[in-house]
């Protein structure tokens, strides 16, 4: 019997100077590809991050508006370690995001506000590799900002955005999305990984709701394993992975 066939991972597009990371809840880029994000920035490139919620359904014991004003803290703490100096928030519901018009909406308008060439979202399908069942807050933001890529650029959709200042942006060449089970693209975790288990220390409250680990074992070990498993298709080397749509 011969052995399955690992398909390797093709380096992500370097020809870009703009990005935008839309995701629902803080914490999602950090468990996911503040690596690679670091790696950007310390480039010189520059990245901004769009939080649809603020999280504020995420610790049991703290109400929502506690919740809400210390998970923005702890988000752009961890941004800042990455090198990441712009943090906006959209104010949806957390738990019960809507996909739909005011959702995509939204997504546009920050598009068209930070004309990025490549936009950034996490896994949009119903499960995460077909072993766990996603979030519906994950599934309806990551499906908004890839359809919110093109929205972006047309002008007979969402003409209020133009009324209001935003004009057309059609210049986003690539969105890839981070937790995919069918990834096709990476980067190099090496140089940015230390920090992303710093970035993601910095939602220490959040963690210690998780889990009774230590959380600095528990980031580094969550990140670490991650990078190494995806490495396996990326010649050894540490590495966040995409599923990259181009436009």
Same mark, same amino acid.
């Given at each position: 019997m011969?052995?399955?066939?690992?398909?390797?991972?093709?380096?992500?597009?370097?020809?870009?100077?703009?990005?935008?990371?839309?995701?629902?809840?803080?914490?999602?880029?950090?468990?996911?590809?503040?690596?690679?994000?670091?790696?950007?920035?310390?480039?010189?490139?520059?990245?901004?991050?769009?939080?649809?919620?603020?999280?504020?359904?995420?610790?049991?014991?703290?109400?929502?508006?506690?919740?809400?004003?210390?998970?923005? &803290?702890?988000? &752009?703490?961890?941004?800042?370690?990455?090198?990441?100096?712009?943090?906006?928030?959209?104010d949806?519901?957390d738990?019960?995001?809507?996909?739909?018009?005011?959702?995509?909406?939204d997504?546009a308008?920050?598009?068209? &506000?930070?004309?990025?060439?490549?936009?950034?979202?996490?896994?949009?399908?119903?499960?995460?590799?077909?072993?766990?069942?996603?979030?519906?807050?994950?599934?309806?933001?990551?499906?908004?900002?890839?359809?919110?890529?093109a929205?972006?650029?047309?002008?007979?959709?969402?003409?209020?955005?133009?009324? &209001?200042?935003l004009?057309?942006?059609?210049?986003?060449r690539?969105?890839?999305?981070?937790?995919?089970?069918?990834?096709?693209?990476?980067?190099?975790?090496?140089?940015?990984?230390?920090?992303?288990?710093?970035?993601?220390?910095?939602?220490?409250?959040?963690?210690?709701?998780?889990?009774?680990?230590?959380?600095?074992?528990?980031?580094?070990?969550?990140?670490?394993?991650?990078?190494?498993?995806?490495?396996?298709?990326?010649?050894?080397?540490?590495?966040?992975?995409?599923?990259?749509f181009?436009?």
């Amino acid at each position: 019997m011969t052995e399955p066939t690992i398909t390797p991972l093709e380096p992500m597009p370097g020809d870009w100077q703009r990005a935008l990371a839309v995701v629902a809840h803080p914490d999602d880029l950090e468990y996911g590809c503040s690596a690679a994000i670091a790696a950007w920035t310390d480039e010189g490139r520059e990245v901004a991050y769009l939080l649809a919620t603020r999280g504020e359904a995420g610790i049991d014991t703290l109400a929502p508006a506690e919740c809400a004003v210390l998970r923005e &803290r702890e988000q &752009r703490a961890g941004a800042a370690v990455v090198g990441v100096e712009r943090v906006e928030f959209l104010d949806h519901k957390d738990g019960v995001v809507e996909y739909g018009i005011a959702l995509r909406r939204d997504i546009a308008a920050a598009i068209r &506000r930070h004309r990025p060439e490549l936009v950034i979202t996490l896994n949009h399908r119903d499960t995460w590799g077909g072993v766990a069942w996603n979030t519906p807050d994950h599934v309806a933001v990551g499906r908004a900002t890839l359809d919110a890529a093109a929205d972006a650029g047309n002008r007979w959709i969402f003409p209020e955005l133009a009324e &209001r200042g935003l004009e057309p942006w059609n210049g986003v060449r690539w969105v890839a999305v981070a937790g995919s089970g069918t990834p096709t693209h990476a980067v190099d975790a090496t140089p940015g990984l230390e920090r992303a288990v710093r970035s993601l220390l910095e939602h220490r409250t959040y963690i210690e709701t998780l889990t009774d680990e230590d959380p600095e074992t528990y980031a580094r070990t969550f990140l670490t394993e991650s990078a190494e498993a995806t490495g396996e298709r990326f010649g050894g080397r540490p590495a966040v992975a995409f599923e990259l749509f181009g436009r």
